[in-house]
């Protein structure tokens, strides 16, 4: 995970190595908020729309709520509309809610 956000923190690309390894971060802690979000924008930033949909889609319906569901929620509908630009436009907002101490 910390390797991954090392690039996005600089504004870089993640390489691909980077993308994997918060893709089996998140396979083996699936309850973690931040890597299952981390996970569903660089899906979706990698043009994966229907995985990028499937993996946020338990943020957006978390029942207990929050900031990060609202967000997710926003993400998912703009998704589930076909509008993947405005999923993207609307991700790049999510800045701060993709840090792990911003739960």
Request: overall charge negative; proline content about 6%; charged content about 30%.
């Amino acid at each position: 995970m910390l390797y991954f956000r090392s690039f996005v923190d600089s504004g870089a690309t993640p390489p691909a190595s980077a993308r994997e390894g918060l893709y089996k971060a998140f396979e083996l802690a699936p309850q973690d908020e931040g890597l299952r979000l981390n996970a569903a924008l660089t899906r979706l930033r990698d043009g994966k729309i229907e995985d990028a949909r499937l993996t946020i889609r338990p943020l957006a319906f978390n029942p207990h709520g929050g900031a990060m569901m609202e967000h997710a929620s926003k993400i998912l509908a703009a998704i589930d509309s076909g509008d993947a630009d405005a999923a993207l436009k609307e991700a790049e907002g999510s800045t701060e809610a993709e840090k792990p101490d911003a739960k």
